[in-house]
């Protein structure tokens, strides 16, 4: 059962344009979200969180929205830059984890193309 | 700057050996983790470790066993290696210590490099 998903695998963006990653879960216990963004052989790094109390936030090009009673978020990149081009995790964590256990998503690999 | 370790970076064994994965954190992070990412599966949770000694199963637990002996080292054991087994491994530490400033719990986790495993 994937409380968390991510259903486009892979996305292309032209440099300069926006990049939309999306991230659609099913457990409404879920209060805190995060992105993470991985480059191949290197570990997660992370990018992005949003608390459940809020329906956005925002760091410089990165912008996370959410949306709970569509139980949906999304990261908007503006404006996209090659240096992007990476994996793109969703995850997100209730108060009952034991341990601050996070579930994530499968991952969107963006592509920005010069 | 919190940082994780992972003992290889690259590693390659055959089926049947013993395998030991080693992650060390040096955030004092009560909290460590072990995933394995394989394309189009996303990162899923091997095992994770609350406290000293303390472990518990993730989603996919089979095959594997942990040890934490200590609160900065957390250790992945493959009993017997198989082909199935070739991942790339991450691990993780987090602390659910302090909230937010508006009340949530900061789960932020820090990852490792990552050790590609691959056994033949």
């Known amino acids: 059962d994937q409380q968390v998903k991510q259903n486009s695998p892979s996305l292309s963006v032209q440099e300069g344009r926006i990049s939309i990653l999306n991230c659609d879960y099913t457990?409404?216990?879920?209060?805190?979200f995060l992105w993470y963004k991985k480059y191949p052989a290197e570990g997660p790094t992370f990018l992005i969180s949003?608390?459940?109390?809020?329906d956005k936030n925002e760091d410089g090009r990165f912008t996370v929205f959410l949306n709970k009673s569509a139980k949906h978020l999304s990261l908007h990149i503006v404006p996209s830059q090659p240096g992007d081009s990476a994996v793109y995790f969703c995850a997100a964590s209730h108060p009952y984890n034991q341990g601050g256990k996070l579930i994530f998503g499968q991952g969107t690999e963006l592509s920005v193309k010069p | 700057d919190v940082k994780v370790t992972q003992s290889s970076r690259y590693l390659v064994k055959r089926t049947g050996e013993k395998v030991f994965l080693e992650c060390v954190q040096d955030m004092d992070h009560e909290n460590m983790f072990w995933y394995r990412q394989d394309p189009g599966l996303g990162l899923r949770l091997i095992y994770f470790s609350y406290d000293v000694k303390m472990k518990e199963k993730g989603d996919i637990p089979e095959g594997y066993s942990v040890s934490r002996e200590k609160k900065e080292r957390f250790s992945l054991i493959l009993e017997s290696a198989s082909t199935n087994q070739t991942s790339m491994y991450l691990c993780a530490s987090s602390t659910t210590l302090g909230t937010q400033g508006d009340g949530t719990g900061w789960y932020e986790q820090y990852f490792g490099p990552g050790t590609r495993l691959t056994v033949t």
């Open positions: 949003i608390s459940s109390i809020k």
């Open positions: 457990n409404s216990m879920f209060d805190y």
